[in-house]
């Protein structure tokens, strides 16, 4: 088949690859008039690292992944741990394959190369203009038409597509909630003694706050040597345009936000230059990613855009694209098409709103107020260390770990197809298991209005 993608972001040079892979002849049709390596560090948990090394990617981008031994949540005034789950030893050993920190321009050029020696087409200032869902074919702003058998709609939080898959907008809906986003030599933070341990052990730090985080995490900087990685989330405070997805960020209001905050983060933000402002939004669920007409589908954020409190929405696309192009080197037919892609949503929907509704509990427990909630949430954690069945932290539950970071999309896309199990009685394991995150559904859908009111959807 001839596939159009739409986007050239991380699922859509992942569905790109996988689809290549699978022996179908790619195109994809990218806004931008050139590539930007834009961007900060992102973390690829073991569902995601499998299937890139399945698809051949580590080969491009595993010498700039480092590999962290453990998550440590600690409290934000003091830095006190108060949890220590380990990422290294449970990825290599009970999910095969590694967690991996990695700059996003390091992972978003080694997919790329690896989509263009694959064959893939890529038409960069390609805007994406309208689509025809019957044909199906689109046309771009320089009015060009391209047609194809398929097209995979990869084109993120902002999607034209999602509209003409849905009939109706669906548009992005803000959380409230902002990040900003620093990378700096770790060798600006030598010689300060109270800051060594973080700036050499590959770990991921994480200080808790009453509605905010910290993360701060090493990445290989190629020919730069280490760097560090920063993630600052707290409420929205200012206005930022409509349709601008980030800005460079004013960071004296950074070091007011967070000078009451361990004191090594204030070392920290002492060296600090630049800093990018991001706004967060996520996706209401979907009760479709496919085109009634069955030629045209979503993958990605486009499908799926939720909140990164959990690090999975790259993942999670990264996963759409394995089950896709899986399908369709199974299916590889036209005609077959609106009943393959029935395949593909039944696989992928319920996945993933599962998991954007833990990202979002997930705020909630890691952002409590100080109090008698979060003085317990502390107590239980510093009394429950690492990983355990049933722990309140979804980070340290195993139940949820094995579910998230054990799926094999290869074999699951093979279970599926042998006796029809889409994974259900796993999700079913799931639900509840934390005590924070129960499913609340409402005709088969996670209702996500049950966050309204609470300003966080
Ligand atoms: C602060 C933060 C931290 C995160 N951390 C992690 C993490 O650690 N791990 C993780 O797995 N995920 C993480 N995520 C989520 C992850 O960044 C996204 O899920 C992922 O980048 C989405 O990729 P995408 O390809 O679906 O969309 P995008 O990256 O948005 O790509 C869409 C592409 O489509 C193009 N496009 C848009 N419209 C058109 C059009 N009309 N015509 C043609 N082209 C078009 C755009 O130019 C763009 O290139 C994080 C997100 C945030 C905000």
Partial sequence: MHIIVIGCGLAGL???????????????????????????????????????????????????????????????ANGQTLVQVPLKEPAEN?????????HRADLHRGLLQAAEELGCEVHLDSRVTSID??????????????????IVASDGLHSMARTVVLGNPSLPVPTGQMVYRVTLPASALEGIPEL?????????NHWLGPNGTVLSYLLDGGGRGTLINFVFTCDVEGWMPDGVMQRPGDLATVRKRFKDWDPRLNRMLEHIGDVLEWRLFTHKEAPTWVHP??????????????????????????E????????????PSPSDLPSTLKMYDKLRIKRTAIVATHSVDSRWFTQMEDGPKQQDRDEYMLAHPGIQKGHRNIRS????????????????????????????????????????????QVNG?????????LGVV
């Fill in 14 to 76: 992942t569905v790109a690859i996988s689809l290549a892979k699978a022996g179908h002849k790619v195109s994809i049709v990218e806004s931008a008039p050139s590539i930007q390596y834009i961007g900060a560090g992102i973390q690829i948990s073991p569902n995601s690292s499998l299937i890139l090394r399945r698809l051949g990617v580590d080969k491009y981008i595993q010498k700039y992944c480092t590999t962290p031994i453990d998550l440590r949540m600690m409290r934000y």
């Fill in 94 to 102: 009970e999910y095969h394959s590694p967690y991996w920190h990695i």
């Fill in 445 to 453: 859908q996670t209702d996500v209005n049950r966050y309204k009111g």
């Fill in 196 to 204: 060594e341990e973080i700036i050499t052990i590959p770990r991921n």
């Fill in 293 to 318: 007409e069955g030629k045209v589908c979503l993958i990605g954020d486009s499908a799926h855009a939720m909140t990164p409190y959990l690090a999975q929405g790259a993942a999670m696309g990264i």
């Fill in 397 to 440: 539950d195993q139940d949820f770990l094995d579910w998230l970071f054990g799926y094999d999309a290869f074999e699951e896309l093979e279970r599926f197809l042998k006796n029809g199990d889409n994974g259900e009685k796993r999700v079913n394991m799931i639900n509840g298991t934390n005590g924070v995150s129960e499913l609340n």
């Fill in 320 to 331: 759409d694209a394995a089950i896709l192009g899986g399908l369709l080197e199974k299916f």
């Fill in 133 to 150: 869902p019957s044909t199906p074919s689109l046309t771009t702003k320089d009015n060009k038409t391209y047609t194809s058998d398929l």
